[in-house]
């Protein structure tokens, strides 16, 4: 996230992309409804003109029922497209566990040897110059670029959701329940995310950050790890 | 069964009573206002279901039985009056504009007004201070991180920047 932002942020993954571009889709089709719906109320509003009979329209009305479930089909279909496109199977190549907790995420790399560790938000006061509050954390979630990663999500204790809005990732941690998500990320870099579902006092204050570097980068930070 | 030789009620053209008739007796059963035919000004419903004025004074039954006779023959002055007695106010009067619109945007912009000094007021004794990371230097270190990370750089905030010259974009 970026200071005056309005939109969403830059995507970092095809699926991303995918969602923008059916957003701006969908915004679209809202925008025009509502500017016709905003037109037509001041016309109601800005008239002397007056019919108190009944009145009978057969043709106008089958037009409005005929056109919004058109305008609802033609949003349907480009998100059953992503949904089916966000469900294919793609052989990740690397397989992540986070557990919500509260009020940390935990990640658990255990494909190879046992990389565990806790990702909790660094308090106001202890922020490295530069850094963005609310949202760095101490050990941030190193990762692979382009490469499908598979992420488990379940949470401990209460619900939570785990967030990237740049991947285009939320899914909730569900107790007693493993969701997954793949992840592919374009380039490299930072990708901030926050806690998606109300989990207590710190529910605003349990950030994701990932890191999304070179695999050799990528190895060399797990052997440091464990 | 014998009818009753009771009088039938007066129908009087300035006055109309509805009269429920009992089963084979005349009588008069008072009706409520809101009940009867009444007058409105309504630019809808341009001939009301009576005159406005019910009471003739003398001089305006007189000038009702002047209207009987050929039209021609009345002043512009009794037109008017003819007028004014079916009629309280005429269509323009009736669809007048007001100068509601003034209070009520007056009112709506003096509690706004309002409300922005109960917010002054908080800021002041409420709140505390804000988070130092507000503060300008921390601000330019925070934006020269996220561009050096290049965050957002397809159109978003790094995509603003000229990473040959080192500024904004213009």
Redesign the interface.
Known sequence: A??S?LGL???SSPIMEELMNFHDHTLMIVFLISSLVLYIITLMLTT?L?H?STMDAQEVETIWTILPAVILILIALPSLRILYMMDEINNPALTVKTMGHQWYWSYEYTDYEDLCFDSYMVP?SD?K?????LLEVDNRVVLPMELPIRMLISSEDVLHSWAVP?LGLKTDAIPGRLNQATISSN?P??FYGQCSEICGSNHSFMPIVLEMVPLKNFEDWSLSMI | MQWSSKKKPPLSSDSFHCSVWAVLTWSVVKSEDYALPSYVDR??YPLPDVAHVKQLSASQKALKEKEKADWSSLSRDEKVQLYRIQFNESFAEM?RSTNEWKTVVGLAMFFIGFTALVLIWEKHYVYGPI???FDHD??A??????LD?????????S?KWDYDKNEWKK
């Open positions: 970026y200071p932002q942020q830059d995507a002397k007056t108190t106001t922020l110059p530069g850094e963005l509050r740049s380039r870099g930072l | 630019r809808d669809n988070p130092h990371t921390w601000v270190m925070q934006t020269k991180r996220l990370m290049k965050a957002n750089p397809i159109q978003g905030f995509a």
